[in-house]
């Protein structure tokens, strides 16, 4: 069985908690696997199934991000204290302080966004990078969210928009008229997951990177990422990369189209009838498709 074990690493004047797990029959030359959650601020819990991967004879690495889940908690800090800088910063510390020399780097959602922005400063170790469920530009993804969301029933549609015009979106009705779309976008399992009801929980105990960064959910982006693009900076990737997504995902096509036409070496992979959480919602498939790429990527 795969051995677990936990530790902080100290990161400025905070600290960021880790996940590791290792395999009990490592594969030669097979990488360690370092897995970025996302949110912002949704903690790692519902990744924890990707740890799966150790059997493939590899580490596998989680961990929580400042502000969220067993790391640092800043609740007072300004909003211009979150940034996407930020958790570079803090991901490069944490691969120094393990003593990552090379290494595959897998982002889920705003994972893959902070992924994205670490390839970029073509770090020395990092030898592929898996994109899931993540878009190129925040102005692609609140497109994208506002077709989807001109699907749903129109009573659901209509409860939304009034309570927002309202400023109300804690409100019950509201909250409920967004599970609505959560259901057909994020995640389709029934009953969701105890892995991703924990990143939620403890999301909503402490919203302060999500509010700040994001917004109140998933398709009213109203935070400090509203603006954020990546798209003409994706040329200076040089990492193999790999943009998987759902078919009913929230990040549609148009979002991480940007990916496969500007990063040189991007390929790309849709599991049909999933959405955002393909990795729950068929996750032997997933785990396969991830191990695939990192194993012909390992040397």
């Known amino acids: 069985m795969p051995v677990i ?49 150790a059997r493939t004879g590899r ?32 991901f490069e510390n944490l691969v120094a302080a393990l003593g990552l020399a090379d290494y595959h780097l897998l982002g889920q959602s705003w994972g893959g966004v902070l ?14 990078l898996s994109i899931c469920n993540s878009p190129a530009s925040m102005g692609l993804w609140s497109e994208g969210a506002a077709g989807l969301r001109a699907l749903l029933p129109e009573d659901v549609q209509s409860t939304l928009t009034w309570h927002e015009a309202a400023g109300t979106i804690t409100h019950p009705d509201y909250l409920a008229a ?10 389709r399992v029934v009953p969701v997951p105890d892995d991703f009801r924990r990143s939620v929980a403890q999301m909503e105990a402490d919203p302060t990177v999500y509010h700040t960064m994001n917004g109140a959910n998933e398709f009213h982006v109203v935070g400090t990422l509203r603006t954020w693009s990546i798209i003409d900076r994706l040329g200076r990737i040089e990492a193999p ?12 096509p148009a979002t991480w189209q940007p990916y496969l ?17 393909a990795h ?20």
């Open 241 to 252: 990369t790999l943009v998987v997504a759902g078919e009913f995902d929230e990040a549609t």
């Open 59 to 90: 580490t596998v690495i989680h961990y929580d991000q400042l502000g969220c889940g067993n790391s640092t908690h800043l609740p007072g800090a300004a909003a211009d204290f979150w940034t996407p800088q930020l958790f570079v910063d803090e």
């Open 115 to 128: 992924g994205a922005e670490i390839a970029t400063r073509r770090p020395g170790g990092l030898r592929s």
């Open 178 to 187: 967004s599970e609505v779309f959560y259901e057909r976008h994020v995640c």
């Open 5 to 53: 074990s936990t530790r902080t690493v100290p990161f400025g004047a905070w600290e960021t908690w880790v996940r590791i797990t290792e395999p009990d029959e490592p594969q030669a030359g097979a990488l360690p696997l370092v897995v970025l959650h996302g949110g912002p601020g949704m903690a790692h819990d519902y990744l924890r199934n990707l740890d799966e991967l």
């Open 261 to 277: 036409e500007h990063i040189p070496d991007a390929t790309s992979h849709v599991f049909a009838g999933a959405s955002h959480c």
């Open 280 to 299: 729950l919602e068929q996750p032997e498939t997933f785990r396969s498709v991830i191990a695939a790429f990192l194993a012909w990527h390992d040397s």
